[in-house]
């Protein structure tokens, strides 16, 4: 009987260590995983800092356009022809900012229980599902006369290259007319606002992302 009572005794704890030693296993297993997804999540996240910063760089030299322009405007100065150069980059809104979300989505398809942090957990997550959408709402502002705006262009302007400069030449096909269009005028006013109003959002959204960023490095370390 003690025997026997031994032997199951032994099984039992047999059992037990080998179900200790699977569970060790798998949260190693989800622990390397947790690792490599946040590492991935950290790469999308610089990745779009650069994009990020290199757009709002954008937005300042198009703004010197923008100003040119509405300077000449204001002043009533006559059409020259080195404003060609000028119009293309005063009409650009940058609204199509492309913002990656794979890292994140890499975590969704494996499940976000993955991530052990509660805190980080909802801090992606209120990132990716609530700020992330904010910006893309906002610079849909920029996508709603779309349409207008490249017909607007074609109709009046031929379009060229300068090899020299390498930017795109919007030639006016009536440049004595062409500063007194109602339209253009509006457009490039409005155009400039859009502009410092993105600007401020990816700002936001910067910062934003470079908290995200530190605390994701501050976990993987």
Same mark, same amino acid.
């Given at each position: 009987?003690?025997?026997?009572?031994?032997?199951i005794?032994?099984?039992?704890?047999?059992?037990?260590?080998a179900?200790?030693?699977?569970?060790?296993?798998?949260?190693?297993?989800? #622990?390397? *995983?947790?690792? /490599?997804?946040?590492? !991935?999540?950290?790469?999308?996240?610089? =990745? +779009?800092?650069? %994009?990020?910063? @290199?757009?709002?760089k954008?937005?300042?030299?198009?703004?010197?356009?923008?100003?040119?322009?509405?300077?000449?405007?204001?002043?009533k100065?006559?059409?020259?022809?080195?404003?060609?150069?000028?119009?293309?980059?005063?009409?650009?809104?940058?609204?199509?900012?492309?913002? #990656?979300? *794979?890292?994140? /989505?890499?975590?969704? !398809?494996?499940?976000?229980?993955?991530? =052990? +942090?509660?805190t %980080?957990?909802? @801090?992606?997550?209120?990132?990716?599902?609530?700020?992330?959408?904010?910006?893309?709402?906002?610079?849909?502002?920029?996508?709603?006369?779309?349409?207008?705006?490249?017909?607007?262009?074609?109709?009046?302007?031929?379009?060229?290259?300068?090899?020299?400069s390498?930017?795109v030449?919007?030639?006016?096909?009536?440049?004595?007319t062409i500063?007194?269009?109602?339209?253009?005028?509006?457009?490039?006013?409005?155009?400039?606002?859009?502009?410092?109003?993105?600007?401020m959002?990816?700002?936001?959204?910067?910062?934003?992302?470079?908290?995200?960023?530190?605390?994701?490095?501050?976990?993987?370390?």
């Amino acid at each position: 009987m003690i025997y026997a009572i031994g032997e199951i005794v032994l099984v039992v704890i047999g059992i037990l260590i080998a179900l200790s030693i699977n569970n060790w296993n798998e949260n190693k297993k989800d #622990s390397v *995983l947790e690792h /490599e997804l946040l590492t !991935n999540l950290v790469a999308t996240l610089e =990745q +779009n800092r650069s %994009l990020i910063t @290199s757009r709002i760089k954008s937005i300042n030299g198009y703004q010197e356009s923008g100003k040119l322009l509405i300077g000449v405007i204001e002043n009533k100065q006559a059409y020259h022809d080195s404003l060609k150069l000028y119009f293309h980059p005063a009409l650009m809104n940058t609204s199509r900012t492309e913002i #990656s979300r *794979l890292g994140y /989505e890499s975590i969704k !398809n494996a499940g976000l229980e993955i991530i =052990q +942090n509660d805190t %980080l957990k909802q @801090s992606i997550i209120v990132f990716f599902e609530e700020d992330l959408p904010g910006l893309f709402r906002s610079l849909s502002w920029g996508n709603i006369d779309l349409v207008d705006r490249e017909r607007f262009v074609t109709e009046n302007f031929r379009q060229g290259f300068d090899p020299i400069s390498k930017r795109v030449i919007l030639s006016p096909f009536n440049p004595n007319t062409i500063l007194h269009n109602n339209y253009l005028i509006g457009l490039i006013f409005k155009t400039h606002q859009q502009r410092e109003y993105f600007k401020m959002e990816m700002r936001m959204h910067l910062e934003e992302n470079n908290k995200l960023l530190e605390k994701l490095k501050n976990n993987l370390n």
